[in-house]
T-cell receptor, first 112, second 115 residues
Framework: KAGVTQTPRYLIKTRGQQVTLSCSPISGHRSVSWYQQTPGQGLQFLFE???????NKGNFPGRFSGRQFSNSRSEMNVSTLELGDSALYLCASRREGGTEQYFGPGTRLTVT | AQKVTQAQTEISVVEKEDVTLDCVYETRDTTYYLFWYKQPPSGELVFLIRRNSFDEQNEISGRYSWNFQKSTSSFNFTITASQVVDSAVYFC????????????FGKGTMLLVSP
C-alpha cells in the first residue's frame, strides 16, 4: 500500500506571497492532519480534516487554511507569507477508528 | 492542556550499546495514547510504537522495548544493541481519546550512533 505523499517536496517563496501544499493520504484513510515543524517551536498541530470537514484546529492565525476533497486528498494554504512561516510542513493520515497517524515526507517551505 | 517533555536533547552512543530515551507527559484526561516516532534525516516521521493509558504492560518488539509507568507519567523507549541506522531524532507524542489526530509532541531527542 502506498504511503502518504506530499507535493511539492521543496518550495521557495517570497514574503507576502501565498502557497498551496498538497497531501494524498494512504488509500482508505479519511482523516488528514497537518503539522508545522520549526527548530524553535518543534512540531505543532495545524488542523485535521475528516470527510471534507475540519474537525480540529491548532493555534495558528487565519492565514493558515486547508480543505479536503471527496477523495480525501487535502491541501493547505498559507496566505501573506511571513519569514516565520519557513518550516517543514508534515501531513499525516489515519484510518477511521485507528489511533496512529502515518506521516508523509513533508514539504520544506522557505520564505525569503 | 497536554504537555510532553523529552529532557534529553542529544544522546551519543557507540554501536551495540543500549540506549534509553526518556519521555514524561502531562494530561488531566484518563484516556490517552502515547507514541514514539522516529525522524531520520529525510524528514519523514516514522511510527514506532503506541500505548494506551489502560495498558501498562511493557513489551519488547525486536530491538525496541518500552516502559510505561502511569505513576510517574513516563513512557521511556529503549533500543537494544543500537545500530548506525538508528541515528535519528526520536519524538514522544500524546493524543487524547477525544481527538486522536491532535498529537502533542515533545521537542525530540537526537540519537547519534557511531560505528
Amino acid at each position: 500500500k502506498a504511503g502518504v505523499t506530499q507535493t511539492p517536496r521543496y518550495l521557495i517563496k517570497t514574503r507576502g506571497q501565498q502557497v498551496t501544499l498538497s497531501c494524498s493520504p494512504i488509500s482508505g484513510h479519511r482523516s488528514v492532519s497537518w503539522y508545522q515543524q520549526t527548530p524553535g517551536q518543534g512540531l505543532q498541530f495545524l488542523f485535521e480534516y475528516f470527510s471534507e470537514t475540519q474537525r480540529n484546529k491548532g493555534n495558528f492565525p487565519g492565514r493558515f487554511s486547508g480543505r479536503q476533497f471527496s477523495n480525501s486528498r487535502s491541501e493547505m494554504n498559507v496566505s501573506t507569507l511571513e519569514l516565520g512561516d519557513s518550516a517543514l510542513y508534515l501531513c499525516a493520515s489515519r484510518r477511521e477508528g485507528g489511533t496512529e497517524q502515518y506521516f508523509g515526507p513533508g514539504t520544506r517551505l522557505t520564505v525569503t | 492542556a497536554q504537555k510532553v517533555t523529552q529532557a534529553q536533547t542529544e544522546i551519543s552512543v557507540v554501536e551495540k550499546e543500549d540506549v534509553t530515551l526518556d519521555c514524561v507527559y502531562e494530561t488531566r484526561d484518563t484516556t490517552y495514547y502515547l507514541f514514539w516516532y522516529k525522524q531520520p534525516p529525510s524528514g519523514e516521521l516514522v511510527f514506532l510504537i503506541r500505548r494506551n493509558s489502560f495498558d501498562e504492560q511493557n513489551e519488547i518488539s525486536g530491538r525496541y522495548s518500552w516502559n510505561f509507568q502511569k505513576s510517574t507519567s513516563s513512557f521511556n523507549f529503549t533500543i537494544t544493541a543500537s545500530q548506525v541506522v538508528d541515528s535519528a531524532v526520536y519524538f514522544c507524542a500524546l493524543s487524547l481519546n477525544s481527538g486522536y489526530s491532535t498529537l502533542t509532541f515533545g521537542k525530540g531527542t537526537m540519537l547519534l550512533v557511531s560505528p
